[in-house]
């Protein structure tokens, strides 16, 4: 069993930023990626960036060139580093790992999310 524990977000206004932690505990042998996800009202959870054990990052376009994420074995945490913050990213955010399942991955588990809000 993994778990995981966000923290960081917040209340900002508009092109702040603000770095999201997550923690993993637990038995972590069997995960490949380390991702964070966005989830808002009446849409699907979002994948926002991930890293695998082998350093390949992927992110969606909308945090390409705004999200920085990266993974720190020896402390087993992962960073969402999110500039240029605008009202879109607003919602809650959750850190997942999980294992390869060719040709993708599948996320065996998420936190309690934390939650990031953005005003004009």
């Known amino acids: 069993q993994v778990q995981l524990r966000e923290s960081g977000g917040g209340a900002v206004q508009a092109g702040a930023s603000l770095r999201l932690n997550c923690v993993a505990t637990?038995?972590?042998?069997?995960?490949?990626?380390m991702a964070w996800f966005r989830q808002t009202p009446g849409k699907e959870r979002e994948l926002i960036a991930s890293?695998?054990?082998?350093?390949?990052?992927e992110y969606s376009d909308s945090a390409k060139g705004r999200f920085t994420i990266a993974r720190d074995r020896g402390k087993n945490t992962v960073i969402l580093q999110a500039n240029s913050l605008n009202i879109r990213d607003t919602g809650i955010y959750y850190c997942?790992?999980?294992?390869?399942?060719?040709?993708?991955?599948?996320?065996?588990?998420w936190g309690l999310g934390t939650q990031v809000t953005v005003t004009s």
């Open positions: 890293v695998s054990s082998g350093g390949t990052i």
């Open positions: 997942e790992a999980g294992r390869i399942a060719f040709p993708n991955y599948l996320y065996d588990y």
């Open positions: 637990g038995n972590q042998f069997s995960i490949n990626v």
